[in-house]
């Protein structure tokens, strides 16, 4: 029995060292808007023509930002209609994503990864903490 708590402990520490910690926490209430932040300060002006922006909970994508525009074919269902971008500052580096009507399954940590041609990739890690996930309104 031991030797199973070491390897399972073994297995979170992995597992923890991997995905890293995130660089900011967000809070939010079941119903709000909330903004993940998320931006680089570059040193002129991005060319989004060469740019792609992805937001990302584990595997699910929930935004998609290319070429200029954004490209929400492959959005997982989940978040349809609730996420945007402030578009008019994407290529002043801040890749902020808007996230409306927070529902208690949005409470994880979401990647925002950034590429453009020619230069690295950046990836930062949001966690959002949704609260009021057992509130209950009840109408009389």
């Given amino acids: 029995m031991k030797w199973v708590t070491v390897w399972m402990f073994a297995c979170l520490l992995i597992t923890s060292l991997t995905r890293g910690q995130p660089d900011v926490t967000c809070h939010a209430f079941v119903g709000e808007t909330v903004v993940l932040p998320c931006s680089i300060t570059p040193p002129e002006e991005l060319n989004i023509s060469y740019s792609k922006l992805y937001w990302q909970k584990e595997d699910d994508l929930v935004h998609f930002f290319h070429e ?18 402030f578009s008019s500052e994407v290529k002043h580096g801040n890749f902020s994503l808007k996230l409306s009507n927070v529902q ?11 590429s453009q041609s020619g230069h690295q990739t950046q990836k930062f890690k949001i966690k959002l903490e949704v609260s009021g996930k057992n509130f209950f309104l009840i109408r009389r």
């Avoid at 200029?68 to 971008?85: A, H, I």
């Avoid at 208690?104 to 950034?114: G, M, R």
């Fill in 68 to 85: 200029g525009c954004n490209d929400l074919k492959f959005q997982d269902k989940q978040y349809e209609g609730r996420t945007s971008l």
């Fill in 104 to 114: 208690p399954q949005d409470e994880a940590v979401y990647s925002c990864i950034y």
